[in-house]
Nanobody, 121 residues
Framework: QVQLVESGGGLVQAGGSLRLACVAS????????MGWFRQAPGKERELVAA????????ADADSVKGRFTISRDNAKNTIYLQINSLKREDTAVYFC??????????????WGQGTQVTVSS
């Protein structure tokens, strides 16, 4: 069992930055790759970035390249998503997710509760 708790969302002006955090807990957490998804109103949930605990990147969406950076702190079992140059279209609920190593991101094993990011003009 893996538990995921996100934090760091909020209301920010366009052009600003945010850093989201996801704390993962559970004895088997190292058996999972970690990712960030987002879901905007009326749209499907999309994977924006993913990484393994050994630092191997697993995903990097074209729509956010150059602005979003995923990182990890293994000592704290925490995954971060640094979001820069925010745009209104980045407004969404951001979810932390975990899937078994070797699996696909279409089969996520665990989800966090989500954190809202709202970008104002």
């Amino acid at each position: 069992q893996v538990q995921l708790v996100e934090s760091g969302g909020g209301l920010v002006q366009a052009g600003g930055s945010l850093r989201l955090a996801c704390v993962a807990s559970g004895r088997t957490v190292r058996n999972y790759a970690m990712g960030w998804f987002r879901q905007a109103p009326g749209k499907e949930r999309e994977l924006v970035a993913a990484v393994t605990w050994s630092g191997i990147g697993e995903a990097d969406a074209d729509s956010v390249k150059g602005r979003f950076t995923i990182s990890r702190d293994n000592a704290k079992n925490t995954i971060y998503l640094q979001i820069n140059s925010l745009k209104r279209e980045d407004t969404a609920v951001y979810f932390c997710a975990a899937k078994r190593l070797g699996g696909t991101w279409s089969n996520v094993d665990y989800w966090g509760q989500g954190t809202q990011v709202t970008v104002s003009s």
